[in-house]
Every structure is written in C-alpha cells, then in structure tokens.
C-alpha cells in the first residue's frame, strides 16, 4: 500500500466520520426536539444560535463540565468501557457505507469491502456488548434487568435483521456495497424499479419480496437502536432509566449519542440497500461504469443526494417515534420471534422461488 | 359479578398494524405541518413579546405606593396594610409631619416603607384595606434581583413604580 491511499483513506475517515456523521448526530438531537415540538404544537430549543442550532453545542459543553460520577459500587474497568463500546461499533459502520460516487478520483467509501452488510451486521452486533456492560457493571438491580431486558431485545431483533437483506443480496448476487449501489443507480432502485432494466415485470415481481424485505429491515433497525415504539431498555416506572441509571455527565451522553448514531448508520444502510444510496432517481447523472471518472460536480451532487436521503430516512424515524405508543414486552418478543423470523425466512424461499421461475 | 369485556373485532387489515401507523402519521404530520407553517399560533417569545397590552385593570401585579396632583404622598402610615398583609410583607416606619411643613394637618407619614417581595403574594388586601388609597396593584409582574436585599422595594422604589395617580379621592383638600 502506498502513501496515496492511506492519505486518501485517513481524509474520508475525518471527513466523513468526524466532520459529518458526528455533527449529523448532534443535529439529530436538535432535529428530534424540533419536530417532536412541532409535532406536538410546542416551539422546542429555539434559543441558542438561529432557530436553536447550536442547543447541541451547548448540550455539549454541558456534559462536558458536569460532574463525571463513577459510584463506588460499579465494577470501574467495565463500567467505564461500556459507553465507548455502544459509541464506537456505531462510528465504525461508516467504514463501508458508499456515500457518494466518486470525487477527484477517489472511490467514496472508506472501505469497498467485499462483504459490505456482514460486516455492518458483525460490528452493529458489537453494540450488545456495551448494554449489557453497562447493565452488569453497574452493579445495581434497575440497571441490570434494563440491560437483560435490550440485550435479549437486540439478539432477537438481529436475527431478522440479517434475515431480511438475505433476499436483496440473492437479487443482485453481491455483498459490495459499493456495486449494489451501482446496480441501482443503472437499473432502478430496490423499491422503485421504474428505469433501466428494472422497469419490466421481472423488475416490478421482484419488487415484491423486496418491499416484505424493507418492511422487516425497517422495523427491526427501529428496535436495533432502540427507539420507539421500541424503547424497551428505557422504561422510568419499571426501570428508571435501564442500563445507564448510573451513568452521567459525558458517559451518558456516549450511550445518548450511540443511539442516535446508530439510527444513523440504520438509516445509512437503508438508503443504501433499498432507496439506491447516493444515485439520483431514473439514473440522472449516473456514471456508465463502476470505475468510470466523473466530473466532481457529479461527485457533490451524489454526495449531497445520499446525506438527503439520509436525513429524510431520519426524520422518518422521529415522526414514527412521536407517533406510536410502545410495544409491551411480550408484544415485542412476539413480533420478533414468531413474526418476522418466520416471514423473512419465507421471503427469503419467496424470492429463490421468483428468481428461478423467472 | 365479572363483567367481560368485548374487545372490537380487528379486520385482517387491522391486525396489520401498518395502517395504523399512516393514519397516525396522519395526524402527526398534520400537526407537524400547521406548527411549521404558522398557521398553528403555538406559544408567546415570552421575553420578546409580552402580553402587556392584554393585561387587564384588575391585574394584581406589584404593590406601589402612589402621590396625588398635589405632589402629596398619600400614605399616612395607619399600618392597617401592615396589620392586614397575610405574609407580613410589609413593614412601615412611621413618622410625624413636622408642623411647619404644608400638609402638617395630615399628621403622620412613613418615614420608611418597605415591601418585601419575596415575601409578597400579590393578593391586593392592602389596596382594599387602605382608607387613604395610597396603595396599589400595579401591572409590573417581572420583579427580579439578584439578592434578597435588591427584592425588598424601599419607599423610593415603591413610590417609582407607583407614580402619580390623578381622580382620587381627596379628604384633605377642604381642610386646608
């Protein structure tokens, strides 16, 4: 590996990672209390900066200079690791995300991995151990059954979370992100094959398998990260506050801004599988090849379309959460075990049995 | 007796859950929209836009003491607001008018006045209980400070907020 690529990698990484996706998290905090204002006929943050834009700032600096209480009962090492092992795997989903074309030359993605979505499932996976860290370290009973609690919630969400990008990768027979991104750009989107080869009964059957798929993959990216109508681990009259009732200062707002990460990453990857990533609709400025060059206005407007839609898929996620009652418990595990394991596993069968028919 | 209770039966549709979730997206965005519009009047900039013009007459802000047209104080220190005040807010120093002064008939006057407000209520019994009316219930509601000492309003201060009031009653005109 020469020097070029490392520079190229480590540029991508601080931009994309520090310069966007973090500022994109506290934006997301200042974005859920706006529309949840809104939503419910208040005004929300609206005091610091124009319309409250830096209230994240000053949020920040607020857990910055509280007081950073470690009780004398929680088990140290662990207790401090967990904020950052719920923060990290988070971050570390970038890595593969393709969040535009190309611009200068570069590929943009930090990592064109061969095997993009298991490697995002591997890591999200990773966040499980943060929770449950943190419920067990904590050494106190409202944290701890909080962390079973998501814990359980998680796994059991990750097997149909898997399960239901199985039939998307069976349709584009790849693993890279990067040329399933392609695919859409050239031939419609998995949800809107309206160009290209996908306008054709194939296309449109194949539609089919893939909305059942979005459906599952939505709904269970919503109780990956936690939010309602999914917000088990946090519960004030079961739990107090689940698995960091003992955490404050800057260690809480790791496990704040984890969440909000995640739903960011989950939107990212939405995005990227079902709505064609970075590309604009009915292939309008899409590159010929893979590897073809393209001017770098057409590397910023694809840039600019991939954090559009990621933003819009985010604020999907605030208005279902200031929409929905939570689910019980049960209701939960029901959803998750007896539902949708089952339908994804069928849609998957589903869609082997479409691509061979057709 | 157990009373059973018939829960409605869902369609298939229903049991979906999906269309649940648009209609109540429906109404969520329905409120998310008018917020952002403006065609929802949500809530006053408090420290921006008051509601001052609206306030009504018998708004009970802050006690005041007032003077007449005559530049006469017209409190004559009878203490019945400071007998009456239900948090002893109140405390009055009398003082006698010097006899060479030209309201010596009124005979008595505060030397100080103090209203504490932290202490203060603003339930308006000394307005009603003064004979000589001399107190008032001001508009002023924002009454801040940084110190106790700053939140008790002293002659001077009270007399400020009060200001001249004209068209009362004067029962010490005729006897001069």
């Known amino acids: 590996m020469d020097w070029h690529l490392i520079i190229a990698a480590a540029i991508k990484i601080v931009v994309f990672v520090f310069l966007v996706t973090l500022p994109l998290v506290a934006m997301s905090v200042w974005a859920e209390r706006r529309v949840s204002a809104a939503i419910q006929d208040r005004v929300g943050p609206n005091r610091v900066g124009p319309f409250g834009l830096l209230q994240a700032v000053a949020d920040g600096i607020k857990f910055l200079l509280k007081e950073d209480f470690t009780p004398a009962h929680v088990r140290k090492f662990y207790f401090w690791l967990a904020p950052a092992l719920t923060m990290v795997p988070a971050l570390l989903t970038c890595a593969v995300l393709p969040f535009g074309s190309r611009l200068f030359g570069e590929k943009m993605v930090i990592a064109d991995l061969d095997v993009g979505p298991l490697y995002v499932f591997a890591i999200a996976s990773l966040t499980v151990y943060g929770i449950v860290l943190a419920g067990w370290a904590s050494n106190s009973k409202y944290p701890f059954l909080g962390g079973v609690r998501s814990t359980s919630q998680m796994i059991s969400y990750e097997i149909s979370l898997g399960l239901s990008i199985v039939p998307l990768v069976m349709i584009y027979g790849d693993l890279n992100l990067s040329r399933i991104v392609h695919e859409q750009a050239q031939n419609g989107w998995a949800l809107l094959p309206l160009w290209g080869e996908g306008l054709s009964l194939k296309g449109f059957i194949l539609a089919i398998p893939i909305f059942i798929s979005f459906i599952i993959f939505t709904t269970s990216m919503f109780a990956e990260t936690n939010r309602l109508p999914f917000d088990l681990p946090e519960c004030e009259t079961e739990l107090v506050a689940g698995y960091h009732t003992e955490y404050s200062s800057m260690k809480f707002a790791l496990f704040f801004l984890g969440e909000y990460a995640a739903m960011i990453i989950g939107s990212g990857l939405a995005v990227t599988l079902f709505f064609g990533g970075w590309s604009l609709p009915f292939g309008w400025l899409t590159p010929a090849t893979l590897d073809a060059e393209v001017p770098w206005w057409h590397g910023m407007i694809h840039i600019g379309t991939f954090f559009a839609k990621v933003i819009a898929f985010i604020l999907f996620f605030i208005v279902v959460r200031w929409t929905l009652p939570r689910f019980r418990y049960d209701q939960l595990m029901r959803l998750g075990w007896v539902f949708f394991f089952e339908i994804a596993l069928a849609n998957v069968v589903l869609t082997a049995l479409l691509l061979w028919l057709l | ?176």
């Open chain 2, 1 to 176: 007796m157990a009373i059973i209770v018939q829960r409605p039966k869902l369609k298939w549709w229903e049991q979906l859950y999906l269309p649940a979730l648009f209609i109540g997206m429906k109404v969520t965005l329905g409120h998310f929209i008018a917020t952002l519009t403006g065609k929802k009047k949500v809530t006053m900039q408090y420290p921006e836009e008051k509601w001052d013009a609206h306030l009504p007459d018998h708004y009970r802000g802050a006690p005041a003491l007032v003077t007449d047209e005559h530049g006469r104080e017209r409190c004559v220190a009878c203490q019945l607001c400071e007998f009456i005040c239900p948090p002893r807010a109140i405390t009055i120093k009398p003082e006698e008018i010097p006899s060479d002064d030209k309201w010596a008939k009124v005979e008595k006057r505060p030397r100080a006045f103090e209203i504490d407000m932290i202490r203060c209520i603003y339930c308006g019994l000394c307005e009603e209980v003064c004979p000589e009316q001399a107190i008032f219930l001001r508009k002023d509601y924002a009454i801040t400070g940084t110190s106790r000492a700053e939140m008790v309003h002293d002659k001077e201060r009270l007399y400020e907020i009060g200001g001249v009031r004209t068209g009362l009653v004067n029962k010490w005109n005729e006897l001069k």
